[in-house]
């Protein structure tokens, strides 16, 4: 298992690979500011309000979806790391965060904006670069893999990781496990994550060419949509929790972790395989889903 839920910024997870290079694009522009999006339970937005504490600048977060009366979990972190908080009601991928630019325009801000998810092609690199720190590790550890599998949502962390795999020569297979479905209209996920992966080889001044059918997603663990925890999230959380001392998060790792032994018990991989799991964190959200975790 890679560790990126240790990765730091109030409780870790993988934003912060990206985030590493989106707040040095900020404030090498000479933004004041920081805006991003987000559910309520945004694992992206609470590492985004760590990034921007720490560096020293404003951050705004457009937070949309159902919540409780009193702050918890990522939500609660949010306001202890001093975001600006801006709810909507349904809309929960940071629709008006250009609108919000504007009005802070107009106060004389700089802002900046971070997508949904931190995926451009700036935040992948922070992928790409960890591929290159998984191709050190397994030469100083001497272990190498035949797949990785990790959950995949807006795509950065899967296009970081072809791209890298490309660039460093590694031999491993990329696996996501889709968590959410894609909103009508919108183009799939493997013309997304291909061209999210082409335009960051494009960044590095690279042409990798990469196509639709270099995409790998496991499209059928979606259970009931979008943060909604079922038995196979539950089971992976419990096992993990019982088996390896190890927290998943009942809305990306969960799912991920209970396709990918959904996927070993239906003889995807063989004996000889060595399967990475990349754990992309979420810890924090398990305080506010704890009674659909319980019961
Ligand atoms: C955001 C997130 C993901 C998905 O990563 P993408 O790069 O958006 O595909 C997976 N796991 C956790 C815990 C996340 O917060």
């Not at 009005?103 to 995926?119: A, F, H, Q, T, V």
């Not at 795509?155 to 696996?175: C, D, M, N, P, S």
């Amino acid at each position: 298992m890679k560790r990126d839920d240790m990765s730091g910024l109030a409780f870790g997870g993988n934003k912060t690979r990206k985030l590493e290079f989106l707040l040095a694009e900020a404030l090498a522009s000479g933004c004041d500011t920081i805006i991003t999006g987000g559910a309520v339970q945004s694992n992206h937005c609470r590492q985004t309000a760590a990034a921007a504490a720490i560096c020293g600048l404003e951050c705004h977060l457009v937070i949309g979806g159902e919540q409780s009366a009193v702050p918890n979990g990522n939500l609660l972190l949010d306001h202890l790391l001093n975001a600006k908080i801006h709810l909507e009601t349904v809309m929960r991928k940071g629709e008006t965060m250009d609108k919000l630019g504007d009005e802070l325009r107009s106060d004389g801000k700089k802002p900046y904006i971070i997508p949904y998810g931190g995926s451009n092609p700036t935040g992948t690199l922070g992928y790409v670069i960890a591929v290159r720190e998984l191709a050190l590790q397994s030469v100083q550890f001497d272990v190498s893999f035949t797949h990785t599998v990790f959950a995949s949502s807006s795509g950065g962390t899967h296009a970081g990781l072809l791209t890298g795999k490309k660039l460093y020569r590694q031999q491993f297979e990329v696996i996501g496990v889709a968590i959410d479905k894609r909103p009508a209209g919108e183009p799939a996920f493997d013309v997304l994550i291909s061209g999210l992966a082409n335009a960051t080889a494009g960044k590095l001044d690279l042409e990798m060419g990469f196509r639709e059918t270099d995409v790998v997603l496991k499209e059928n663990y979606l259970g009931l949509g979008y943060g909604v925890v079922g038995d196979l999230e539950r089971e992976a959380i419990r096992l993990l929790a019982r088996l390896e001392g190890i927290i998943l998060d009942p809305v990306y790792t969960a799912r991920a972790m209970g396709g990918l032994i959904d996927l070993i018990s239906k003889g995807e991989f063989t004996n000889k395989d060595r399967v990475l799991f990349w754990h992309t964190g979420g810890g924090p959200s398990v305080f506010a889903y704890s009674g659909d975790i319980l019961y």
